[in-house]
């Protein structure tokens, strides 16, 4: 056993982990029906964390050369080998698409939500209960009547949600015309077209240091290289110079994720001026722009004079309801035609159903009211989640106190480690959002979030938590 996994090859652990385990059945090394040793003595002979010993094994329990045996261990499957000569490998043709996999901590997460009794405590999705129910209900119930097409849609999106979407802008300070948005199945679609129709391989991508953990990888999907910019306590850090690299600036500068991090009044203006001198395209994210508590952020980028250079993302996921999965981009019209030739190509437009929706949504007035509520709730969540910190975490962790958005970003001052403290929270049924899913070397965050479980829960989390981590310290 002193083959290890290559840390610097740029296959995942767990796959090299499933590889390697594959070669042992077909030369016979671990023979069909026999108890392959534990996953905890496997992990500690390979060095690597149980979990990614746990993501292999059960792939390879799903692809049929391994069985689960309950308490009594794994075993090599009867038809293992067999299946290894006569079967095709899919596992090369699941490896050899240009998208990234997601890392096996995002992965993981991704399985777990599923969970009903698993604790969220990091998740960035609205509790049910500040769905807005009765006024989807009336919608729901009046839609039959009056919409007179679900057939395929406009390139650009439904022309009546455009226009609602145009003058709800408005509200925001951002003028522009209904032929410069685009609808698009959230704001996660918006970066794959960016990132398919307007960026080159071996492009830039700067970014806020820690960020949206889904857009980055589209990005390096399409072989454009990472550079993130420093955070410091107002927010992302422009740098001198940037060497003449070309590509786009990506910043979440209202309620940021995950740090929940404002960008002040004046940088905002900097980042507009390095990018007229730098030539450099912004790729602002609004998803939160809108959630906050009392005094409103500083005006969007996009909402400033000067904003040709950029491209301003907004959703409806974060404020009304993922699921509809309706986002729009509004940028220059040439860049807006582009990309809505592309989603053309891609997805021959949104949900006609879900923009019908957005439409009645906005036509009636329902938006603001509808924010002002969920404003004053989420402020309620987020001080309660405040005061837990206080009471549970004190003598270990920092975190900031945001004024909008979704997040807390917690600091822990006494070393810990955050993969294995991820790995025994699940064991308490406590789901985390470690700092590393954000920025591979980040060692000591966690992104708390106060929009999904109820305060009991919530509660209940933060102490299984708090007492992990004074185990562990
Ligand atoms: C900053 C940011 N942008 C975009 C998204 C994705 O939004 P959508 O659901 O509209 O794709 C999220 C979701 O978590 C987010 O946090």
Request: net charge positive.
């Amino acid at each position: 056993m002193n083959w290890k996994p290559d840390r610097k090859k740029s296959t995942p652990l767990y796959r090299q982990i499933k590889q390697h385990i594959q070669e042992k059945i077909s030369n016979g090394e671990w023979a069909e029906g026999s108890t392959i040793p534990t996953q905890r003595d496997l992990a500690a002979s390979w060095q690597v964390n149980r979990s990614t010993v746990v993501t292999a094994v059960e792939e390879l329990i799903a692809d049929g050369y391994l069985e689960g045996d309950g308490r009594r261990g794994t075993k090599v499957a009867q038809n293992a080998w067999n299946k290894q000569k006569s079967v095709l490998d899919w596992q090369q043709y699941s490896s050899a698409g240009v998208w990234e996999p997601n890392i096996p901590t995002i992965q993981k997460i991704n399985q777990m939500e599923a969970d009903s009794n698993m604790i969220r405590l990091g998740t960035g999705e609205m509790a049910s209960t500040l769905f807005p129910k009765e006024q989807f209900q009336k919608i729901f119930q009046e839609l039959g009547e009056n919409v007179s097409t679900f057939g395929y849609g406009e390139p650009k999106g439904l022309s009546l949600l455009r226009e609602e979407i145009r003058l709800y802008l408005q509200e925001l300070g951002i003028n522009v015309s209904t032929d410069s948005i685009l609808i698009v199945s959230g704001a996660l679609q918006a970066f794959q077209l960016i990132s398919q129709g307007l960026v080159q391989s071996g492009w830039t991508l700067f970014s806020e240091k820690s960020s949206y953990l889904y857009t980055l990888p589209i990005f390096r999907s399409a072989g454009v290289h990472m550079v993130g910019w420093e955070l410091d306590e107002l927010g992302v850090r422009i740098p001198n110079d940037i060497s003449k690299r070309r590509g786009f600036l990506y910043t979440i500068p209202t309620y940021q994720n995950p740090t929940g991090a404002i960008l002040p009044e004046q940088r905002r203006e900097e980042i507009l001026a390095f990018s007229r001198l730098h030539q450099l395209p912004i790729i602002e994210d609004g998803a939160y722009q809108e959630l906050y508590w009392e005094t409103p952020p500083p005006l969007s980028l996009k909402a400033r004079p000067n904003s040709g250079n950029v491209l301003y993302i907004g959703t409806l996921s974060k404020t009304v309801s993922p699921g509809l999965r309706i986002g729009w981009v509004v940028g220059a019209k040439t860049v807006i035609d582009r990309l809505a030739d592309l989603k053309m190509q891609t997805d021959y437009g949104s949900s006609i159903l879900s923009q019908w929706v957005a439409k009645e949504w906005f036509g009636r007035k329902y938006h603001i009211p509808h924010l002002q509520v969920l404003r004053a709730k989420l402020r309620e969540r987020k001080e309660f989640l405040i005061q837990l910190l206080e009471n549970y975490l004190k003598p270990y962790a920092t975190w900031n106190n945001p004024s909008g958005g979704y997040y807390i970003w917690l600091r822990f001052h006494t070393k810990i480690s955050i993969h294995h403290l991820f790995s025994k929270a699940l064991t308490q049924k406590v789901l985390l959002h470690p700092g590393y899913i954000y920025q591979p070397d980040d060692r000591n965050h966690l992104r708390l979030s106060f929009c999904y479980e109820p305060k009991g829960r919530m509660e209940e989390g933060i102490k299984r938590l708090a007492k992990l981590v004074e185990e562990m310290i």
